[in-house]
């Protein structure tokens, strides 16, 4: 069992940044690859980023890739989401989300176990 929650979300104006966190409980944290997945109002829930139990390997969305840095910190329990050049168009709940599997091209969110509550991130142009 994981438990995870979010933290960091709040409003940014275009072109800034915000840095998501997402600390999960439980002692097998570095068994899971961890993802990263935003909603916005009146939209199906998206994939955004992904990195694989060590750490070592990391996938993104067209949408974001340049501009996001999905990472974690095993000693901590907790990964992190950097969002530079944030746009309008980023603006939705961004939720953590954890990954028994081993594969790292994982972009459906059925494919996850375990979801966070959500943070709400809003970019103001």
């Known amino acids: 069992q994981v438990q995870l929650v979010e933290s960091g979300g709040g409003l940014a104006q275009a072109g800034g940044s915000l840095r998501l966190s997402c600390a999960a409980s439980?002692?097998?944290?570095?068994?899971?690859?961890m993802g990263w997945f935003r909603q916005a109002p009146g939209k199906v829930r998206e994939f955004v980023a992904r990195?694989?139990?060590?750490?070592?390997?990391?996938y993104y969305a067209d949408s974001v890739l340049g501009r996001f840095t999905i990472s974690r910190d095993n000693a901590k329990n907790t990964v992190y989401l950097q969002m530079n050049s944030l746009e309008p168009e980023d603006t939705a709940v961004y939720y953590c989300?954890?990954?028994?599997?081993?594969?790292?091209?994982?972009?459906?969110?059925?494919?996850?176990?375990?979801w966070g509550q959500g943070t709400q991130v809003t970019v103001s142009s």
């Open positions: 990195i694989s139990r060590s750490g070592a390997r990391t």
């Open positions: 989300a954890a990954d028994s599997g081993g594969l790292m091209v994982v972009t459906s969110d059925s494919e996850y176990e375990y």
């Open positions: 439980g002692r097998t944290f570095s068994s899971y690859a």
